[in-house]
């Protein structure tokens, strides 16, 4: 079973910048899982803000941007503000249909 | 604009059976993969099964054999078929639609509860 990892937290005070990852208990995230971040405030959908490793979707502001760093997917926010306050997904396509979740990351701005 | 309603959450018993529908409006399903995702309360999502473009289906290992992900082209709609659910199938099922690997238009939850 394919277990993709997350922090489970992050505390960034207003204006900094944090980065979050997204790795894999057995293996190396690369382009070709195509990993995309969601992010979700409690009680609502989630919202997509990134697709193919670092494709901010329509309207996302460029504070927030994705890359790969070493063997992990990651998600930087720059400059951040108190409404980026929320659980961060990422997701990885396993192929064949296949997607699996991280477990989220909770980011904390105060 | 694109939108998606989804309708056929509640409660039911151990061993029985739901139907979730997703109204898709602003994309065709012809072009568009669908896909189901859950989040059981306090948890994280989840991945739960897809429909290609194509209309080959999807599933997690989870629901295999027991979920079963349709679509309407006609009417452009989504369904899942939720049979012997079990406590742990309790979450909120968002719709979401897919146009590449990803997921990009999200439809508002419906909360399924198993119970006895």
């Known amino acids: 079973q394919t277990v993709v990892t997350q922090e489970p937290s992050f505390s960034v005070s207003p204006g900094g910048t944090v980065t979050l990852t997204c790795g894999l208990k057995s293996g190396s995230v690369s382009t070709n899982f195509y990993p995309s971040w969601y992010q979700q405030t409690p009680g609502q959908a989630p919202r997509t803000l990134i697709y193919n490793t670092n494709t901010r979707s329509s309207g996302v502001p460029d504070r927030f941007s994705g890359s790969i760093l070493g063997n992990k997917a990651a998600l930087t926010i720059t400059g951040a503000q108190a409404d980026d306050e929320s659980d961060y997904y990422c997701v990885l396509y396993m192929g064949s249909g296949v997607s699996v979740f991280g477990g989220g990351t909770k980011v904390t701005v105060l | 604009e694109v939108q998606l309603l989804v309708s056929g959450g509640g409660l039911t018993e151990p061993g029985g059976s739901l139907r979730l529908s997703c109204g898709v409006s602003g994309i065709t399903l012809n072009l568009y993969a669908m896909s189901w995702v859950r989040q059981a309360p306090g948890k994280g999502l989840q991945w739960v099964s897809s429909i290609s473009s194509g209309g080959v289906t999807y599933y997690a290992d989870s629901v295999k054999g027991r979920f079963t992900i349709s679509r309407d082209t006609s009417k452009n709609t989504v369904s899942l078929q939720l049979n012997s659910l079990r406590a742990e199938d309790t979450a909120v099922y968002y719709c979401?639609?897919?146009?590449?690997?990803?997921?990009?238009?999200w439809g508002q939850g419906t909360l399924v509860t198993v119970s006895s």
């Open positions: 979401a639609s897919r146009y590449g690997l990803y997921f990009d238009y």
